[in-house]
């Protein structure tokens, strides 16, 4: 029972264009949303996050919006830039991430030059 | 001190042998987490530390023995071991305040890639 749910394995943008990854939760008791970019044989790097009680965090480049009656969540990216191809992954947690993070299973995101 | 490390970095071992995995952090973080990852799936949680207390085992085999002997330090212990074991073992911490859902992000280390022959 995949409670977090990343469906596009992968993503192809062009450099400088927006990039929009998407996410979907199934658990309402969801407080806390992350997402993390994984280059391979690494760890997960922490890119932003949201509370449920926000609709939108923005830092520099990055944008997460959050709609909770719909249980999804997206992460934009503008400008895309090359150093930006990664896997990306979408993280959920109850008490504000103090009980462990649900991750989904990941978007490779492939920017093209 | 903004890190998460991780030694070693790889570790071979057979299915008779014990070995131990070590995790450090000096951000004075108080909650301290493993995750097993196994090639192209996403991390999954095994265990969570807080204030040095087990407070989440996610059933995982007792063939895994986490310690934590300090709040900077996780360990995890490992004996008797299947191949099927063998992944990406990561280590986090994050900052967690006692008796307060303040939402706190978490901070990775570079793993350890573990193959059990």
């Known amino acids: 029972d995949q409670q977090v749910k990343q469906n596009s394995p992968s993503l192809s943008v062009q450099e400088g264009r927006i990039s929009i990854l998407n996410c979907d939760y199934t658990n309402s008791m969801f407080d806390y949303f992350l997402w993390y970019k994984k280059y391979p044989a690494e760890g997960p790097t922490f890119l932003i996050s949201?509370?449920?009680?926000?609709d939108k965090n923005e830092d520099g480049r990055f944008t997460v919006f959050l709609n909770k009656s719909a249980k999804h969540l997206s992460l934009h990216i503008v400008p895309s830039q090359p150093g930006d191809s990664a896997v990306y992954f979408c993280a959920a947690s109850v008490r504000g991430g103090a009980d462990g993070l649900t991750f989904g299973k990941g978007t490779h995101l492939i920017i093209q030059p | 001190d903004t890190e998460v490390t991780q030694t070693p970095k790889h570790l071979v071992m057979g299915m008779t042998n014990k070995k131990s995995l070590k995790c450090e952090q000096h951000m004075g973080h108080r909650a301290m987490y493993w995750y097993k990852q196994k090639a192209k799936k996403p991390p999954e949680l095994m265990f969570v530390?807080?204030?040095?207390?087990?407070?989440i085992n996610e059933s995982v085999p007792s063939r895994f023995s986490p310690e934590c002997p300090n709040s900077s330090l996780l360990n995890l212990h490992l004996h008797a071991l299947q191949p099927e074991d063998s992944a990406l073992y990561l280590c986090a911490s994050s900052r967690q305040l006692w008796g307060d859902v303040s939402y706190n992000e978490q901070f990775f280390g570079p793993g350890t890639r573990l193959t059990v022959l």
């Open positions: 530390y807080s204030y040095e207390k087990l407070s």
């Open positions: 949201i509370s449920s009680i926000k």
